[in-house]
């Protein structure tokens, strides 16, 4: 009988889904009736009911079981009853905490009734490990599960249970994803956003001033209630923004395991490498095309910061030195002129003996571009045959150079890793024979063995990059394609200076008879430097395409 009737007599229940799953007969109807008979048949009074009904016993954040730690703490509790020890947790360090110390501490009596454990008559040395027994349950059950989860994750069928933004799930068949258009098109819109040259922190800026709802927003006014809508329905984040420019699903690919959990123990989410994702192409409709895609992610890889000013140059991130590699800054002056706005070596910035400065206005990246732009266009339009051929003839001799580096440098890494395989032996040798100390050995093996830890996580990407080295004849005929797409360009955007162009290498300037030259390397995406024919090469090439052109208008009117 109880000793504290005026205290509460908690009636504890709990069930997760992993019980549910191991069918186990404790379902929370039943776990309330044992628990009501047995306070009713033993005197216990002032009976409440604790329920945490789908919470694993491993973790110990459960809505019920805090309150009811709480009122005890308060002293509102005399007695805590379960149906069996395993309902009270499933983790034997915070379990034995409780029983050892903590009921004791807030003079609260425990009891589970199944387990024939009751603490006013003391603790049998044979429960720490029957809480042993129950962790190893939880592990076991949680290994289970995740085996489960990964055969799923392995056959290509989407892991998460909240779809992306801009999808849901088609009513016919739920494990196949449609496209939601009213969401799809914000997403749509935000890509376009970030190709034109804002950041995340400007998107997010610019779809809370035109009143688009956010995600979770939007999920509640349709029905699909993830988690409770915050007050502010527009207040989007420039890490949601940036969560939507990352994801890969939008390109039609479903991606798997990009997070894992610790242990068991544990709910916290890590995020994975993502050489560990699984990903299966093509497995549902696309919201944005793939080379939009591969775009913005070369764009957030070269993350383009505003100056004081708030200006951003669509060149920020693609102009780099010559001489030292580095990237050049953007700058603009102090009276915000934009015509006065110009780029300099980063490194010269930060150690002007190390490299020059490289200076190069703006407007002159943007004229060299906007000049070198238009006459390769105008060279692939009208003499696609001609630009292929000697493209291809080029990339053969320079692609031959590069494949032969990447071979010599793969050669060298496997020979060094043999190499220091003796020279580990020779040195352990000395050890022995006292020819050097121990501490003197340690140190020289443990930089070699980083040396060959490091050669030997090298040496597959360098053998991968070999294999799979693909014609370069693809990405040219993608190049011509996407030329062909453009009729006319009179102006740059940051959209047609990043979808086509790479990277602008700059040389320091060189001045001749008192006059200022400077020459720059403008990279094309696929394809490299373009061989652009010659001023009088291009004359005679337009005098033919207008003879032409003379020609075939004479055909057509006879």
């Keep these: 009988m109880s000793s504290q009737p005026d205290k509460i007599t908690a009636l504890y229940c709990r069930l997760s889904r992993d019980d549910e799953q191991d069918g186990l007969s404790g379902s929370i109807k039943n776990q309330k009736s044992i628990l009501e008979k047995y306070a009713k048949e033993n005197g216990f009074r002032n009976a409440r009911f604790f329920i945490d009904d789908g919470f694993s016993g491993v973790s110990f954040t459960r809505p019920a079981f805090m309150e009811m730690m709480d009122l005890a703490e308060q002293g509102k509790i005399g007695t805590i009853i379960v149906k069996d020890h395993s309902r009270l947790g499933r983790n034997r360090l915070v379990v034995g905490q409780l029983l050892e110390e903590d009921f004791d501490r807030m003079e609260v009596r425990y009891i589970a009734i199944m387990d024939n454990i009751d603490t006013a008559k003391g603790i049998s040395d044979l429960v720490p490990m029957q809480d042993l027994f129950n962790e190893w349950h939880a592990k076991n059950t949680s290994q289970k599960v995740k085996n489960v989860f990964r055969n799923k994750g392995m056959s290509g069928i989407p892991l998460t249970s909240n779809l992306p933004y801009g999808y849901k799930k088609d009513t016919e068949n739920p494990?196949?994803?449609?496209?939601?258009?009213?969401?799809?098109?914000?997403?749509?819109?935000?890509?376009?956003?970030?190709?034109?040259?804002?950041?995340?922190?400007?998107?997010?800026k610019k779809l809370k001033a035109d009143k688009v709802m956010t995600p979770t927003v939007y999920w509640n006014s349709i029905g699909m209630a993830y988690r409770k809508p915050p007050a502010t329905p527009?207040?989007?984040?420039?890490?949601?923004?940036?969560?939507?420019?990352?994801?890969?699903?939008?390109?039609?690919?479903?991606?798997?395991?990009?997070?894992?959990?610790?242990?068991?123990?544990?709910?916290?989410?890590?995020?994975?490498?993502?050489?560990?994702?699984?990903?299966?192409?093509?497995?549902?409709?696309?919201?944005?095309?793939?080379?939009?895609?591969?775009?913005?992610?070369?764009?957030?890889?070269?993350?383009?910061?505003?100056?004081?000013?708030?200006?951003?140059?669509?060149?920020?991130?693609l102009l780099y030195c010559a001489d030292c590699g580095e990237k050049l800054y953007y700058s603009t002056v102090n009276n915000y002129k934009r015509e006065q706005a110009y780029f300099f070596c980063s490194s010269y910035r930060k150690n002007s003996d190390v490299c020059s400065a490289h200076y190069i206005r703006e407007k002159v990246v943007a004229k060299a571009v906007l000049d070198s732009m238009q006459r390769v266009f105008w060279y692939v339009q009208c003499f696609e045959k001609d630009f292929a051929r000697n493209?291809?003839?080029?990339?053969?001799?320079?692609?031959?150079?590069?494949?032969?580096?990447?071979?010599?440098?793969?050669?060298?890494?496997?020979?060094?890793?043999?190499?220091?395989?003796?020279?580990?032996?020779?040195?352990?040798?000395?050890?022995?024979?006292?020819?050097?100390?121990?501490?003197?050995?340690?140190?020289?093996?443990?930089?070699?063995?980083?040396?060959?830890?490091?050669?030997?996580?090298?040496?597959?990407?360098?053998?991968?990059?070999?294999?799979?080295?693909?014609?370069?004849?693809?990405?040219?005929?993608?190049f011509i394609d996407r030329v062909k797409c453009?009729?006319?360009?009179?102006?740059?955007?940051?959209?047609?200076?990043?979808?086509?162009?790479?990277?602008?290498?700059?040389?320091?300037?060189?001045?001749?008879?008192?006059?200022r030259y400077q020459s720059l390397d403008i990279y094309y995406n696929s394809v490299g430097i373009v061989r652009e024919p010659m001023p009088e090469e291009m004359e005679e090439l337009f005098q033919e395409h207008m003879r032409k052109r003379t020609v075939s208008q004479s055909s057509k009117t006879a």
Excluded at 197 to 203: A, D, F, V
Excluded at 237 to 247: D, E, G, T, Y
Excluded at 267 to 289: M, S, V
Aim: charged letters at 30%.
């Design 486 to 515: 453009v009729t006319q360009l009179t102006e740059l955007t940051p959209e047609i200076v990043h979808e086509f162009i790479e990277k602008i290498v700059v040389s320091k300037p060189e001045y001749i008879d008192g006059q």
């Design 175 to 204: 494990r196949k994803w449609i496209i939601d258009e009213p969401a799809a098109k914000i997403v749509k819109q935000i890509f376009s956003l970030c190709v034109a040259g804002l950041g995340p922190t400007q998107i997010a």
């Design 391 to 478: 493209q291809m003839a080029a990339f053969g001799e320079e692609k031959r150079k590069e494949l032969s580096e990447k071979r010599r440098e793969l050669a060298q890494a496997k020979k060094r890793v043999k190499e220091i395989d003796s020279l580990i032996q020779k040195i352990y040798e000395d050890n022995v024979s006292g020819k050097i100390s121990d501490g003197r050995f340690a140190t020289m093996s443990m930089a070699f063995e980083d040396e060959q830890k490091q050669l030997k996580e090298s040496i597959p990407n360098m053998e991968q990059y070999l294999e799979t080295e693909t014609d370069k004849s693809d990405s040219l005929q993608r």
């Design 234 to 317: 527009y207040h989007w984040s420039a890490a949601s923004v940036v969560r939507i420019l990352s994801r890969q699903e939008y390109i039609g690919d479903t991606v798997n395991f990009r997070t894992m959990h610790k242990s068991f123990k544990s709910k916290k989410r890590l995020e994975l490498p993502q050489e560990e994702w699984q990903i299966f192409k093509n497995t549902h409709p696309a919201i944005i095309d793939e080379e939009t895609f591969l775009l913005v992610q070369e764009l957030r890889e070269h993350r383009r910061r505003p100056t004081r000013s708030g200006i951003i140059s669509m060149f920020s991130g």
